[in-house]
């Protein structure tokens, strides 16, 4: 059977349509959308990029500015046009196209972005937004992917989505627009007090390996994995669970540090399959042992991110009947804590975490760790004494 074309000229069309019947309706009201494209040299494919980009913004309305600095640029210099651009009330979007020469310090300059004017979609905010879902700028390619989908009639929920390539500018935010329905969370907290690692603007630092505060929890998988002498690097890693808090940032540690990563949740179709193929399983789920021996395959590492309060007598011997120390615990108190992973998992995998006793541990030892990075990058070189290796 031949595949059906997706046609992107006409999609790319339509969207176009819309996009000019937006800009008559803010024009009617006295704002007229502007996009300033900063083209440094004669690369003859930016060239023709840049072109493109101009000539669109014409055909829809938008008032667009051409700065073609020279070659030889610096960073300085170039810093200086984009800090003016972020200040003109008649510019609405920045784009910087890439690549610059070899002189100028990119990502610098893409930090510089007002993250307000970053119509790329790039800067460590948006980025953070985007993994948060909170409205910002999205990157336009993954953009452009889901109206593809979107608007061809594919469904994309409940679906397989592999994305193979892991950059900044595509293979992450197509993975995180692909992964991404769940909940969200405050951003009050100064992000750089921000010890949990929560906060946007930490979460675009995280997926763009800046320098920032990285959740508690995932933070401390990493450092069992690291210190327990489990490679990370090259192996199949599946996460259960595509929460702000746990899931996405763990799925993102992992992809930095270099495993093929699988992010799983309540929509996900034949979810014993997907996580036995992991020598890495994450589960952050929140229901007691929902991970039984069948999801898990032999000699599997098993991460058991779950705390669960069990009180229910039929759950407690589904999951510890036999277990002399729990059964006294269950008769005391009438609880007990136990995790996402079913015990039975312990037979069969090669490594797994205990509940309690384990990931819990290392979320306060990284909050600890955490306050004290806090302290270290406020302050900055003030404290030389205080920046250990
Ligand atoms: P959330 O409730 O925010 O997220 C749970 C995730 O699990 C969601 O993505 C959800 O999918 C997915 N999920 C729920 N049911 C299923 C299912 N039947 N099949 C597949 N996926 C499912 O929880 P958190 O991430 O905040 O926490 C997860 C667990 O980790 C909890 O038990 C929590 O107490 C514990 N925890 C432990 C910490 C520690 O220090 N040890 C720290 C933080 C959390 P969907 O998105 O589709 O709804």
Not at 89 to 92: L, V
Not at 154 to 158: F, H, Q, V
Not at 230 to 233: G, K, L, R, Y
């Given at each position: 059977m031949a595949a059906t074309l997706l046609d992107g000229n006409k999609i790319a069309n339509e969207i176009r349509a819309e996009v000019a019947a937006e800009v008559r309706t803010l024009s009617a009201a006295g704002v007229r959308p502007g996009l300033a494209v900063i083209l440094v040299g004669n690369n003859p494919a930016s060239e023709i990029y840049v072109r493109g980009k101009v000539k669109s913004s014409e055909e829809v309305g938008i008032y667009s500015e051409r700065l073609t600095p020279a070659e030889n640029i610096t960073t300085d210099e170039l810093l200086e046009l984009v800090l003016e651009l972020n200040h003109r009330?008649?510019?609405?979007g920045i784009l910087v196209q890439l690549p610059?020469?070899?002189?100028?310090?990119s990502k610098k300059i893409l930090m510089a972005v007002d993250p307000a004017k970053d119509?790329?979609?790039?800067?460590p905010v948006n980025v953070g937004f985007l993994s948060t879902q909170r409205s910002g700028l999205v990157p336009c390619t993954p953009a452009g992917i889901i109206e593809i989908l979107k608007r061809s009639g594919?469904?994309?929920?409940?679906q397989e989505a592999v994305v193979v390539g892991r950059s900044d500018i595509v293979g992450k935010p197509v993975a995180m627009l692909l992964i991404n329905g769940s909940k969200k969370i405050l951003m009050a907290v100064d992000p750089a007090k921000d010890?949990?690692?929560?906060h946007p603007v930490n979460v675009g630092f995280l997926s763009t390996q800046r320098s920032g505060l990285v959740p508690c929890t995932p933070a401390g998988i990493i450092e069992i994995l690291k210190r327990s002498g489990?490679?990370?690097?090259g192996q199949e890693a599946v996460v259960v669970g595509r929460s702000d808090i746990v899931g996405k940032p763990v799925a993102m540690l992992l992809i930095n540090r270099n495993a093929t990563v699988t992010v799983c949740h309540s929509?996900?179709?034949?979810l014993p399959g997907v996580c036995r193929r992991a020598d890495i399983l994450v589960a952050a789920i929140g229901?007691?042992?929902?991970?039984?021996?069948?999801?898990v395959k032999p000699g599997a590492t098993v991460i058991d991110v779950g705390m669960n309060k069990v009180t229910d007598p039929a759950e407690f011997q589904r999951l510890f009947a036999g277990n002399a120390k729990r059964e006294e615990t269950f008769r005391l108190k009438g609880s007990t804590l136990g995790g996402?992973?079913?015990?039975?998992v312990a037979e069969v995998a090669g490594a797994i975490t205990p509940v309690?006793?384990?990931v819990g541990p290392l979320t306060i030892a990284m909050l600890m760790s955490n306050t004290v990075k806090a302290a270290k990058l406020r302050r900055g070189s003030r404290v030389p004494e205080l920046s250990r290796a």
């Open positions: 009330e008649e510019i609405d610059l020469p070899p002189q100028v310090d119509v790329d979609g790039f800067h594919i469904p994309i929920a409940g010890v949990d690692g929560f489990i490679p990370i690097a929509k996900t179709r034949d229901r007691a042992g929902m991970i039984t021996r069948d999801f996402d992973v079913h015990p039975e309690p006793g384990g």
